[in-house]
């Protein structure tokens, strides 16, 4: 699986982004995807995943409420809506496909990573 992850950018606290991840895959319907980002100098944590079907999502704590993952099986992409920005969400954001059934959020179980694109909010 070949993930594309694009949308990053700088924007103001408080405004909002839509990241998208393109996967090069045939069967993307049969893979969970995940958002994952990291600070500098800290590691990878856990954002938001989404099932196969997109029937159930999870968030971390962080970003519950403000962030809303999302799929198109029919486009084989998967989307990060992001709104209420903070600085503490710079990072580069990372998408990430599993074959693990539920709602994987440890990175060790996502063998399949994009190449992560910049998000930087300034204060």
């Known amino acids: 699986v070949q993930l594309q992850a694009s949308g990053g950018g700088l924007v103001q606290a408080g405004g909002s982004l839509r990241l998208s991840c393109a996967a090069s895959v045939r069967t993307f319907s049969e893979y969970t995807m995940a958002w994952f980002r990291q600070a500098p100098a800290k590691e990878r944590e856990f954002v938001a995943v989404i099932t196969k079907s997109g029937g159930s999502t999870y968030y971390s704590s962080s970003v519950k409420g403000r962030f809303t993952i999302s799929r198109d099986n029919a486009r084989n992409a998967v989307y990060l809506q992001m709104n209420s920005l903070k600085p503490d969400d710079t990072a580069v954001y990372y998408c990430?496909?599993?074959?693990?059934?539920?709602?994987?959020?440890?990175?060790?179980?996502?063998?399949?990573w994009g190449q992560g694109t910049q998000l930087t909010v300034s204060s």
């Open positions: 990430a496909a599993t074959v693990v059934v539920g709602l994987p959020s440890l990175s060790l179980e996502y063998k399949n």
